[in-house]
C-alpha cells in the first residue's frame, strides 16, 4: 500500500476468512453439559442431536460444527473424563489414603446422573466399540491414574512391597466400589462401609 510522504504507513486489517467460524468455548461447554443432561433423562438410544441442542440452547449447526454425529459427540464427552483426573490423597497412610479415594469416588458414582448414565453407557458399548473403548478409558485411566500414585507413595514409606502386582492391586483398589455402585447399583453404602473397605484393601496390599 503506497503512502504520501510524511504520512504513517497504514497495513490493511487481516480479516477472518469466510467460512472460519470461530467456535465460542462457552457454547461449547453447554453442549457438553446437555449432553449429560439427556444421556440420564433418556439414554444413549434415545438422545438426539436436536434434544442435545434444545438443552443446551443452540441451533443443531452448533452441534454439528464441532461433532458430526452423536456418537462421535459422545465419544468426546466421555474421553475427556479421564483427563479430569482425581486429586492424588498424601495422607501419610496407605489407609487413610485409600478412604479419601473412596470418599471422593463414591460421591461421584453415586451422584444420580452418574448413577444414571454409566449403567446406559455400558449396554451401549456392548454394541458399539468405539464407545467401549471409551467408556473403559474414562472408567480406568483416572482412576488408575491416582491408584498408581497411592500404590507408590505406599511403597516408598514401606507399607507395601515395591514389586507386587500392580494389576492386581488396582484390581483389589478399584473393584469394590464400582461392583455395589455401578453393577448391583445398591442404594445406599452400610454405616462404616467406606472405612471398612479402606482397612480391609490396605491389609490385602500388605498381604500381596
Same mark, same amino acid.
Given at each position: 500500500?503506497?503512502?504520501?510522504?510524511?504520512?504513517?504507513? @497504514?497495513?490493511?486489517?487481516? $480479516?477472518? #476468512?469466510?467460512?472460519?467460524?470461530? %467456535?465460542?468455548?462457552?457454547?461449547? /461447554? &453447554?453442549? =457438553?453439559?446437555?449432553?449429560?443432561?439427556?444421556?440420564?433423562?433418556?439414554?444413549?438410544?434415545?438422545?438426539?442431536?436436536?434434544?442435545?441442542?434444545?438443552?443446551?440452547?443452540?441451533?443443531?449447526?452448533?452441534?454439528?460444527?464441532?461433532?458430526?454425529?452423536?456418537?462421535?459427540?459422545?465419544?468426546?464427552?466421555?474421553?475427556?473424563?479421564?483427563?479430569?483426573?482425581?486429586?492424588?490423597?498424601?495422607?501419610?497412610?496407605?489407609?487413610?489414603?485409600?478412604?479419601?479415594?473412596?470418599?471422593? @469416588?463414591?460421591?461421584?458414582? $453415586?451422584? #444420580?446422573?452418574?448413577?444414571?448414565? %454409566?449403567?446406559?453407557?455400558?449396554? /451401549? &458399548?456392548? =454394541?458399539?466399540?468405539?464407545?467401549?473403548?471409551?467408556?473403559?478409558?474414562?472408567?480406568?485411566?483416572?482412576?488408575?491414574?491416582?491408584?498408581?500414585?497411592?500404590?507408590?507413595?505406599?511403597?516408598?514409606?514401606?507399607?507395601?512391597?515395591?514389586?507386587?502386582?500392580?494389576?492386581?492391586?488396582?484390581?483389589?483398589?478399584?473393584?469394590?466400589?464400582?461392583?455395589?455402585?455401578?453393577?448391583?447399583?445398591?442404594?445406599?453404602?452400610?454405616?462404616?462401609?467406606?472405612?471398612?473397605?479402606?482397612?480391609?484393601?490396605?491389609?490385602?496390599?500388605?498381604?500381596?
Amino acid at each position: 500500500m503506497t503512502t504520501n510522504p510524511g504520512e504513517p504507513e @497504514t497495513r490493511p486489517r487481516r $480479516r477472518t #476468512p469466510a467460512g472460519a467460524a470461530v %467456535l465460542r468455548e462457552d457454547v461449547t /461447554e &453447554a453442549i =457438553r453439559a446437555a449432553v449429560f443432561g439427556e444421556l440420564a433423562a433418556v439414554g444413549y438410544a434415545r438422545m438426539s442431536i436436536e434434544g442435545i441442542a434444545r438443552r443446551a440452547g443452540v441451533g443443531k449447526t452448533a452441534v454439528y460444527r464441532r461433532w458430526r454425529s452423536k456418537l462421535h459427540l459422545v465419544l468426546d464427552v466421555v474421553s475427556a473424563l479421564a483427563v479430569q483426573g482425581l486429586p492424588a490423597p498424601d495422607t501419610g497412610s496407605l489407609e487413610t489414603d485409600l478412604r479419601l479415594l473412596y470418599e471422593v @469416588t463414591s460421591r461421584a458414582l $453415586r451422584h #444420580p446422573v452418574a448413577s444414571q448414565i %454409566l449403567p446406559d453407557l455400558q449396554a /451401549e &458399548a456392548a =454394541r458399539n466399540p468405539d464407545l467401549a473403548e471409551a467408556v473403559q478409558k474414562a472408567l480406568r485411566d483416572g482412576q488408575e491414574g491416582v491408584a498408581s500414585s497411592i500404590l507408590a507413595a505406599a511403597a516408598e514409606r514401606g507399607e507395601i512391597r515395591a514389586g507386587l502386582d500392580r494389576d492386581l492391586a488396582l484390581d483389589l483398589i478399584s473393584g469394590p466400589l464400582y461392583w455395589r455402585a455401578v453393577v448391583i447399583r445398591a442404594p445406599k453404602l452400610p454405616k462404616g462401609y467406606l472405612a471398612a473397605l479402606a482397612r480391609g484393601t490396605a491389609a490385602a496390599l500388605k498381604a500381596l
